[in-house]
């Protein structure tokens, strides 16, 4: 650096620190900052008194800044980066929608707003984040809004900024209201809206005015000019010309917010948009380029469109009538928007609902698919299906690629490039929802709608309509998608009218949609169709197997018919007398699969069991389920490391190309859906006769050669709490009270016990399994699929539960009530209507979910610990209702978060290792997550 700066007469404090900080070097100005030196425009400037003055010089602003290395972004640059990215999506029709019919001019309008989302990064007190000194620091967001609403800003804003916001007031129909919407439309880039009402409970407006005056060599309101200056210079045709007003409806803002999150989002990724690396760069021609690059990596640009292949081509085989009839009968058209296939487990569902996607592909009618699993283990297996088709329907240089598993902890995706997580760009102002969304596992991975074919849960879909942060972002991802939801039958109350209404908003997009189930009641059906339920008769006669649109009702032939063999044995509420069955199988080289309701039953049988063979028959332990030679369940509290290699290790012991042989799996509900297992015996807990239905689809799945004699005919044993119906009937309503004395009575022991089995606590509705146990005991067999639809609709229609005693009708509705209040919850959680500036998510103060169950908090390990096989595990998932106060109480909200600690200490163990969150103990073993004072 050359000379130092002379120094002036009359000075503020503050300047004569900054003035310490600036050298001349080669003819221009630097300040330091950070421990680095930076150029400086302009530099000094002499004033009019006739005295040195110093002219506090106007810094470059920064959008984007790494706290490691010191760089910095200019966030001119970054304002382009997103433009360009804006404007390349925009041409994307089936993700733009309505958005992409507007003209060139009106296009580049909206870039202008898309240009402008940061210019609330220009004030002092968010630049000053960069410094490494302790000086106040300021967000960008509420600070935007305080720069147009409050008065004392407003008097000092530039010309180029006031000239700017007339002539935007002129581009819509509604004049500045609608302006006013589509700016705080572009201030909500970080996902959830910018309310007028959140701004005035905020702090924000309390200090805005001294965040935007001039400091410490950075004057806000010229940064504030050159930007809306520059805006005019990179779109003139935006200023220019008389094109039509557009009308920014609240639907159209919804669009143009949840494109502008997206384009931030990959506009910040650097692989993509590297840091400015010369003065002489120009910005705008590399950031086009960017643009095009970063959406064909991503997937958003797909390759050009071929005519789709046959059926037989793509998946090896000749189609089931099923099959059959979505390639041949099922017409393209707005009558199959929605489509419900509803067909027994192995009839090929998954490979239907492929090929409708391909056909809808070849014609651009949309650009991926996403398939919705109610679990992550279904999903990771249909994932693997959808992945072998895509390469099986399209060559290398017109697959839609990437395609991920979109399940947290599996992404093996085979593609190079999916939406950064941005985490060093300081771009998000509010640290409370970092935190929270670490903590809730549910809502981490924002980024897999975005792939163009994504196989995940059905929570990632739900969130694009629920008040969380990025659902307009996951939206408009959304909406380019086929939405395939599989088992649709596996939801509570408040999940399925979250499904309804997401249905409602995506198909009144004019987008896609289909149903798959083996299980679906009348009941549903006609809530997703918007029709009448049909009556309990009429229900009953309905074909099955059949395929459903809006106009027609298609029944299909079923390809697999079979006989099951159903067993009740009075085991439910205590395990000892169904230890020897299951030892005695594993001695006769059965392959045995037992499905419990509750983790805790699960992990109490498999230790059972284990001792019982330790004790007496030590040659069978190898016939034990295990993972990387140590013994284990299978359910859903491993941790995610774990949980990837147990999943394929199950599918590797009972799937089609298995070896035969003995095999014990003792799981919970993660493995009775779209899992193609193979078991010779299946042991179940009683459960809804939906459920079951589904279980029994692993049982004889595949036809193998060699069965154990006794196991030649498919059998399911049903564990039951008592052996005869009437019995069953004083059992269950003891547990609720509903008994025929009509005192209403709840025996304490009877329902702890059966909310252990999961009667009333996972499966709250105890008539569904009344009616269903009632079923059972007077089949001793049952006829698949011809019988499917009277069990389904027998155990499960409103009219069903009418022909129960009248005792039981308080349980009713009382069950009837929660129903109602779940689906209230969920219309309230559901993103409204209204436009930017009203539109407010209650998300900061409530519990918004995808389903009402067991939500997670995901906690970092401060020191990561090798779990019993050998993975080294990072995080834990513990659910809210083990930290909960009252355990029997409703699980920690999201406002709860900061009851929650940012990690644990973890003490290794020769299992695995333990911790503790408060008066909380934990361990991890090869069970799984316990909680040992529980």
């Not at 670490?438 to 008040?467: C, M, N």
């Not at 392959?591 to 059972?608: D, M, P």
Request: proline share 5%; hydrophobic share 40%; glycine share 8%.
């Amino acid at each position: 650096m050359a000379k130092e700066c002379c120094l002036v007469r009359t000075i503020e404090k503050s300047t004569r620190k900054m003035l310490r900080r600036f050298r001349y070097w080669k003819g221009e100005a630097f300040f330091l900052l950070g421990g680095k030196w930076h150029r400086a425009l302009p530099a000094l400037a002499t004033g009019q008194s006739g005295e040195a003055e110093f002219m506090i010089p106007t810094m470059e602003a920064w959008g984007k800044y790494k706290r490691e290395t010191g760089a910095m972004h200019p966030l001119s640059d970054h304002c382009i980066d997103v433009a360009a990215v804006f404007l390349a999506i925009l041409d994307r029709p089936n993700m733009s929608g309505p958005l992409a019919a507007l003209d060139k001019p009106q296009k580049s309008r909206l870039a202008v707003f898309a240009f402008l989302h940061d210019f609330g990064k220009c004030n002092w007190g968010f630049q000053a984040k960069s410094s490494r000194e302790k000086t106040r620091t300021a967000g960008h967001v509420f600070e935007a809004v305080a720069f147009l609403c409050e008065e004392a800003i407003r008097n000092r804003w530039p010309p180029e900024w006031s000239q700017m916001l007339e002539e935007l007031s002129s581009w819509f129909a509604g004049g500045a209201e609608q302006a006013s919407s589509m700016l705080l439309a572009a201030l909500s880039h970080h996902g959830r809206p910018v309310s007028l009402n959140d701004y005035e409970d905020s702090n924000a407006r309390n200090f805005a005015e001294t965040f935007w005056r001039d400091k410490g060599g950075l004057s806000p309101v010229v940064t504030i000019g050159r930007l809306a200056a520059l805006a005019g210079e990179l779109f003139p045709d935006a200023f220019a010309s008389t094109t039509e007003a557009m009308d920014a409806t609240p639907g159209f803002q919804h669009r143009f917010a949840g494109l502008l999150m997206l384009a931030d989002w990959i506009a910040s990724d650097e692989r993509f948009f590297p840091f400015r690396r010369c003065e002489r760069e120009d910005r705008f021609s590399l950031a086009v380029r960017a643009a095009e690059n970063a959406l064909r990596t991503i997937g958003i640009v797909t390759p050009e469109r071929q005519d789709v292949k046959g059926f037989k081509c793509i998946f090896g085989k000749e189609p089931f009538p099923m099959q059959r009839a979505v390639c041949e009968k099922l017409a393209i058209d707005d009558s199959s928007r929605l489509i419900l296939i509803e067909s027994d487990t192995g009839s090929g569902k998954t490979e239907a609902a492929i090929y409708w996607f391909c056909r809808l592909y070849a014609k651009e009618l949309v650009d991926g698919m996403y398939f919705a699993l109610p679990t992550r283990v279904a999903a990771r297996e249909i994932y693997n299906r959808v992945r072998t088709a895509m390469r099986s329907a399209f060559g290398p240089q017109e697959r839609p690629i990437p395609i991920l598993p979109a399940i947290p902890g599996y992404m093996g995706a085979k593609g190079k490039y999916v939406l950064p997580e941005s985490e060093n760009a300081l771009w998000d102002d509010d640290n409370t929802d970092r935190r929270r969304e670490r903590l809730w596992s549910y809502e981490h991975p924002k980024r897999f709608l975005a792939a163009p074919v994504a196989v995940g849960t059905i929570d990632q879909a739900l969130l694009s309509v629920l008040q969380v942060k990025h659902s307009l972002m996951r939206s408009v991802c959304l909406d380019r998608q086929l939405l395939v939801v599989d088992e649709v039958h596996a939801s509570d109350p408040y999940m399925r009218q979250v499904l309804r209404m997401l249905l409602r908003k995506h198909l009144g997009r004019g987008r896609w949609a289909m149903l798959l189930s083996a299980t679906l009641g009348e009941s549903a059906a006609a809530e997703f169709f918007q029709r009448e339920r049909r009556s309990l008769g009429l229900a009953i006669a309905k074909p099955y197997p059949m395929l459903s649109t809006s106009s027609m009702e298609l029944p299909v032939e079923s390809t697999c018919h079979r006989s099951v063999k159903v067993d009740l044995h009075s085991s439910m509420m205590s395990d000892n007398d169904i230890v020897g069955p299951l030892v005695e199988a594993l001695a006769h080289e059965a392959r045995i699969l037992v499905v419990c309701n509750t983790v805790g039953r699960a992990n109490s049988l498999f230790r059972l069991v284990e001792r019982r063979l330790e004790d007496e028959r030590r040659e069978l332990l190898s016939g034990m389920f295990s993972l990387s030679g140590v013994r284990c369940p299978h359910h859903g509290r491993f941790a995610r490391e774990d949980r990837k290699m147990l999943d394929k290790a199950v599918s590797e012991r009972l799937g089609k190309k298995s070896r035969s042989g003995a095999c014990l799996l003792i799981g919970t509900q993660t493995l009775e859906q779209s899992l193609d297992i193979d078991a010779d015996w299946l042991v179940t807990d009683l459960a809804p006769m939906d459920v079951l239905l589904q279980r029994l689809g692993r049982l004889h799945r595949h036809n193998r050669k060699q069965r154990p004699e006794r196991f030649a005919v498919p059998t399911a044993t049903v564990r039951v709490p008592s052996p005869n119906v009437r019995s069953g009937e004083a059992v269950l309503g003891t547990m609720i009270g509903c008994t025929s004395g009509g005192t209403g009575t709840v025996d304490p022991v009877a329902k702890k016990r059966g909310e252990a089995a999961g009667i009333g606590s996972v499966y709250k509705d105890v008539r569904t399994i009344l009616l269903t146990w009632q079923e059972l005991e007077g089949r001793g067999t049952l006829n698949l699929p011809d019988d499917a639809r009277v069990l389904i609709e027998r155990t499960t229609h409103p009219e069903a539960f009418e022909r129960l005693p009248a005792f039981w009708e308080s349980h009713g509705r009382e069950i009837e009530g929660e129903a109602m209040a779940s689906a209230g919850l969920a219309r309230d959680s559901v993103v409204g209507e209204e436009p930017f500036g009203k539109l407010q998510y209650m998300e900061r103060d409530g519990r918004i979910l995808t389903r009402i169950g067991d939500p997670t908090f995901d906690i970092p390990l401060r020191s990561p610990r090798e779990s019993p096989f050998g993975n080294i595990v990072r995080s834990v998932q513990i659910p809210a209702r083990w930290l909960s106060d009252d355990e029997n109480g409703p699980p920690l909200a999201l406002a709860d978060h900061e009851r929650i600690p940012d990690s644990v200490d973890a003490t290794p163990t020769e299992p695995g290792f333990r911790f503790a969150i408060k008066d909380n103990e934990f361990e991890y073993t090869r069970l799984g997550l316990e909680r040992r004072n529980a």
